[in-house]
């Protein structure tokens, strides 16, 4: 089945601080979803990206489909940005969206 | 317009008990997954599921674990006899269709003593 790899595992940022996730899939895609899980666990959509880039206010994500990668940017980091990032892909199915998710980033922003 | 939504957010079960999780799927969304999360970890399928039809249950164990949506009402995860193994959170995740975004709950937490 598909593979997806997240990098880095952890990142430790100081509250205002620029960061970049890797999401690494091994086969072609016709969507993508970047999620944040907070300290809560409650999970949060943040794209669905299957090509291209779009922002959504100190966030960012770019896919290129083409490379077999995404990232996601986040911008001016705040104290409540900490959680983890996950990336979503679709597994193999005849039919439906089956999401293979990657091990995360464990994002911890200090004030 | 109300997201998706689980109950329990939280469920306490002592081994051998029955577990009933409760998902409701976004308001024109026919399409459900199930997923489960153990601690330290990412969010594993379990299964897929339309009205009154299950499409994919290839991430369900085979034992104890059987899920449902009904024609009318919320979906039904339901694990019998549970064991500590089985703790770990769950989430329900629906769409309008077979492709497109997954827009997710918030999760039931199962625990088991």
Request: hydrophobic share 35%; proline share 5%.
């Amino acid at each position: 089945g598909i593979q997806v790899e997240q990098s880095p595992p952890d990142l430790i940022l100081q509250e205002g601080a620029n960061s970049t996730l890797r999401c690494n899939f091994s086969d072609s895609v016709n969507n993508l979803q970047w999620f944040h899980q907070n300290p809560w666990g409650q999970l949060i959509n943040l794209f669905y990206i299957p090509s291209g880039t779009k922002q959504n206010g100190r966030l960012s994500a770019t896919t290129v489909a083409t490379e077999r990668y995404s990232l996601l940017y986040i911008s001016s980091s705040q104290t409540t940005d900490s959680g983890v990032y996950f990336c979503a892909v679709p597994g193999f199915m005849e039919y439906g969206n089956k999401l293979v998710f990657g091990a995360g980033t464990i994002l911890r922003v200090k004030s | 317009n109300a997201g998706v939504m689980q109950n329990p957010r939280h469920l306490v079960r002592r081994r051998g008990q029955e577990a009933r999780l409760r998902c409701s799927p976004m308001k024109g969304h026919s399409h459900v997954y199930w997923y489960r999360q153990l601690p330290e970890e990412g969010l594993k399928f379990m299964v897929y599921l339309q009205k009154e039809n299950i499409i994919d249950e290839s991430g369900m164990p085979k034992e104890r674990f059987s899920a449902e949506f009904p024609k009318e009402g919320p979906s039904i995860l339901r694990i019998q006899q549970v064991v500590r193994g089985d703790s770990a959170a769950y989430f329900c995740a629906s769409s309008p269709g077979s492709t497109g975004e997954l827009f997710f709950g918030e999760g039931s937490r199962l625990t088991v003593l």
